[in-house]
């Protein structure tokens, strides 16, 4: 499975946006780049996820390098409730099947 | 259901005992993923079923692990003679390709298993 590197954490202020980085400089050209967080003590929660285009839902937007090497998870307005570990993961082939390979994953620190 | 439902939520065992943890994925659902989550952050991949079929078992210790998804019923993880590096949270997931929601696996609690 292709790699993601992850900061092991980040720091951020209540109401201020969050960028969240993500490299993965081994991307095949069929691999989607999907993002899930862990709440503390709860199972991973779907986020968002995209192919080459940005995107934007409710919770988060997601920006895409050109080259895909890297991405950028963004959270507009962060509240205390988005306080978690965050995973960027490659599913091989864009396959909505198959298995999703977490990494470290970014623990996410809020304050008020 | 509307969530995946793992029961139970904390189990404990002494070492060399059987544990068994049960899944109910989302009704409507035909895959089914269990992860375990040994340290914090760390998950490991162990096996997932299409219907009652095991699609992919490539994490599955072949030791000890067992697993079923039978119609009708919740699926279910097994652990023969339990030992202390089982100690973990398993994750079960489901997810339905195709629709609106196709690409997203939808997680459970967990189940705590503590083994002593």
């Known amino acids: 499975d292709a790699k993601t590197t992850q900061p092991n954490s980040m720091e951020s202020n209540e109401e201020e946006p969050v960028h969240l980085p993500c490299n993965h400089s081994t991307i095949s050209g069929t691999d989607y780049i999907h993002w899930y967080r862990q709440l503390p003590s709860q199972g991973p929660e779907y986020v968002i996820h995209g192919l080459t285009s940005n995107v934007n839902n409710r919770m988060a937007s997601l920006a895409i390098a050109e080259d895909r090497k890297s991405s950028t998870l963004i959270l507009h307005c962060a509240t205390l409730r988005d306080a978690a570990v965050y995973y960027c993961?490659?599913?091989?082939?864009?396959?909505?099947?198959?298995?999703?390979?977490f990494g470290q994953g970014t623990i996410l620190t809020v304050h008020p | 259901g509307e969530e995946v439902a793992q029961t139970p939520k904390h189990l404990v065992r002494g070492e060399g005992q059987k544990a068994k943890l049960y899944c109910a994925p989302i009704k409507g659902h035909s895959y089914v993923f269990w992860y375990q989550q040994v340290l914090k952050n760390e998950f490991k991949f162990l096996i997932s079923?299409?219907?009652?079929?095991?699609?992919?078992e490539t994490g599955m210790p072949k030791e000890r692990f067992s697993a079923k998804c039978l119609p009708n019923s919740p699926c279910s993880l097994e652990i023969q003679a339990t030992k202390l590096e089982d100690s973990a949270v398993y994750f079960c997931?489901?997810?339905?390709?195709?629709?609106?929601?196709?690409?997203?696996?939808?997680f459970g609690s967990g189940t705590q298993l503590s083994v002593l």
């Open positions: 993961i490659l599913r091989v082939g864009g396959t909505s099947y198959g298995k999703l390979t």
């Open positions: 997931a489901s997810s339905q390709p195709g629709g609106r929601d196709g690409e997203k696996l939808f």
């Open positions: 079923f299409q219907n009652e079929n095991v699609f992919d």
